[in-house]
């Protein structure tokens, strides 16, 4: 899963470059960053960017669905009080929750790096090994009036897999507007394993296979 993320003001200039969008576009990150935000959790706004109306653009929206009563358990990974913050590439679309978002409402999602933590509640930090921002794909919805956003989750490559066995569904750069826009590259997106990443673990335990070694 992906239960929290980091953006920062140093990845702006990529998130430019990556998009082709301006200065005046990104204007809600640097607004959002100046209330000093950093870790992004669920039910916090984030900066994503979308499609409506036909070109590539970056919105404010709020982490998380709200789910009917009962829904929970059935339709993706959830929070206490029912909040689902992912939803698995496996299933998604077979989901009645997800299945209409991701058809016509998917999203990407700028970070820096997210999280996941290992069975003794260990953090680990995963970014890319030749970029500052990861583009991790999601898909939002409405909900009176509310744009809520959430992001694919998908089985965990080597990178992440000795720490949880979920991690976020990654596009490359130049796969932004294809997800946002091509109905026809998110079967390709959903099916594949992410590229490898770096990983960062203030406590790591080295092993044999770390090593290169067999017993």
Same mark, same amino acid.
């Given at each position: 899963? %992906?239960?929290?993320?980091?953006?920062?003001?140093?990845?702006?200039?990529a998130? +430019?470059?990556?998009?082709? +969008?301006?200065?005046?576009?990104?204007?809600?990150?640097?607004?959002?960053?100046?209330? /000093?935000?950093?870790?992004? %959790?669920?039910?916090q706004?984030?900066?994503?960017?979308?499609? #409506?109306? /036909?070109? *590539? !653009? *970056?919105?404010?929206?709020?982490? /998380?669905?709200?789910?009917?009563?009962?829904?929970?358990?059935r339709e993706?990974?959830?929070r206490?009080? /029912?909040? +689902?913050?992912?939803?698995?590439?496996?299933?998604a679309?077979?989901?009645?929750?997800f299945?209409?978002?991701?058809?016509?409402?998917? %999203? $990407?999602?700028?970070?820096? !790096?997210?999280?996941?933590?290992?069975e003794?509640?260990?953090?680990?930090?995963?970014?890319?090994?030749?970029?500052?921002? +990861?583009? &991790?794909?999601?898909?939002?919805?409405y909900?009176?009036e509310?744009? @809520?956003?959430?992001?694919?989750?998908?089985?965990?490559?080597?990178s $992440? #897999? @000795? $720490? !949880?066995?979920r &991690?976020?569904? =990654?596009?490359?750069?130049?796969e932004?507007?294809s997800?946002?826009?091509?109905?026809?590259? &998110?079967?390709?997106? =959903?099916?594949?394993?992410?590229?490898e =990443?770096?990983?960062?673990? #203030?406590?790591?335990?080295?092993?044999?296979?770390?090593?290169g070694?067999?017993?």
């Amino acid at each position: 899963m %992906c239960g929290r993320y980091h953006i920062d003001k140093a990845a702006e200039r990529a998130l +430019l470059d990556d998009t082709g +969008l301006g200065p005046a576009d990104t204007l809600g990150w640097r607004k959002f960053l100046e209330k /000093g935000a950093g870790d992004i %959790c669920p039910s916090q706004q984030a900066p994503v960017l979308t499609g #409506e109306g /036909g070109e *590539l !653009h *970056l919105e404010l929206m709020t982490w /998380g669905f709200l789910p009917p009563a009962g829904e929970e358990k059935r339709e993706g990974k959830g929070r206490p009080g /029912g909040l +689902l913050i992912n939803a698995r590439a496996e299933t998604a679309l077979e989901k009645r929750m997800f299945r209409d978002s991701i058809r016509s409402r998917r %999203c $990407v999602i700028p970070a820096a !790096h997210f999280y996941e933590w290992d069975e003794d509640g260990d953090r680990a930090q995963f970014s890319d090994r030749e970029s500052p921002l +990861l583009y &991790m794909a999601g898909f939002y919805r409405y909900f009176q009036e509310e744009k @809520r956003f959430i992001i694919l989750t998908t089985r965990a490559n080597a990178s $992440v #897999e @000795r $720490v !949880h066995d979920r &991690m976020p569904v =990654l596009l490359g750069k130049e796969e932004i507007a294809s997800w946002v826009f091509e109905d026809e590259f &998110m079967p390709f997106v =959903l099916e594949r394993t992410p590229a490898e =990443l770096e990983k960062f673990q #203030e406590y790591q335990q080295t092993t044999l296979a770390d090593l290169g070694l067999e017993l």
